[in-house]
T-cell receptor, first 114, second 115 residues
Framework: GDSVTQMEGPVTLSEEAFLTINCTYT??????LFWYVQYPGEGLQLLLK?????DKGSNKGFEATYRKETTSFHLEKGSVQVSDSAVYFC?????????????FGKGTKLSVIP | NAGVTQTPKFQVLKTGQSMTLQCAQD?????MSWYRQDPGMGLRLIHY???????DQGEVPNGYNVSRSTTEDFPLRLLSAAPSQTSVYFC??????????????FGEGSRLTVL
């Protein structure tokens, strides 16, 4: 079945540091890939997405590129802020396969200190 | 714009009690779903619905019932609560046309503790 593996946390960075959160996936068909973010005490919200190979999703300074050859969708940000402290979830959905769910990774907690 | 609204936000139950978690959305989304979030486990799908009168099981359906009598509402019922059902529950919805490539909209969550 489909699965998503993302790096274990927690990750603690100083403000303005570079961020990478690794995500790899296993899926049949041609998945769409997502990063969701969960701020403390809130529900998840979509951060960015990519629907086909070599697409780059970007939002709020975060980027991720859909790499089919390495089955990866790593999240990056050049300079993190305290306000980026949250839990980040990588997820996939396989379109056209009759599945009606997203498959999530276990989440990576990021803490950014001033 | 309210989006996805879940009630209650917090609930404590005793083993064997029953309760219903409510979920309502005002975006006319056909697709609605329930997830549970446990430490180190990510989010796991419990049940989902693609329209009024249509429901199906997800990855972890045991101990939970759902129904979908209207487009707006998708309640989750625990008939006989167990400590293993202590978790944070999220309701999420989407347009059916966006499934696979679009965004799921999440509620703020309901934290349930079963003693």
């Amino acid at each position: 079945g489909d699965s998503v593996t993302q790096m274990e946390g927690p990750v603690t960075l100083s403000e303005e540091a570079f961020l990478t959160i690794n995500c790899t996936y296993t899926a049949t068909g041609y998945p769409s890939l997502f990063w969701y973010v969960q701020y403390p005490g809130e529900g998840l919200q979509l951060l960015l997405k990519a629907t086909k190979a070599d697409d780059k999703g970007s939002n709020k300074g975060f980027e991720a590129t859909y790499r089919k050859e390495t089955t990866s969708f790593h999240l990056e940000k050049g300079s993190v802020q305290v306000s980026d402290s949250a839990v980040y979830f990588c997820a996939l959905s396989t379109s056209g396969a009759g599945s009606y769910q997203l498959t999530f990774g276990k989440g990576t907690k990021l803490s950014v200190i001033p | 714009n309210a989006g996805v609204t879940q009630t209650p936000k917090f609930q404590v139950l005793k083993t064997g009690q029953s309760m219903t978690l409510q979920c309502a959305q005002d975006m006319n989304h056909e697709y609605m779903s329930w997830y549970r979030q446990d430490p180190g486990m990510g989010l796991r799908l419990i049940h989902y619905s693609v329209g009024a009168g249509i429901t199906d099981q997800g990855e972890v359906p045991n101990g939970y019932n759902v129904s979908r009598s209207t487009t707006e509402d998708f309640p989750l019922r625990l008939l006989s609560a167990a400590p293993s059902q202590t978790s944070v529950y999220f309701c999420a919805s989407s347009y059916f046309r966006d499934l696979g490539t679009g965004e799921l909209f999440f509620g703020e969550g309901s934290r349930l503790t079963v003693l």
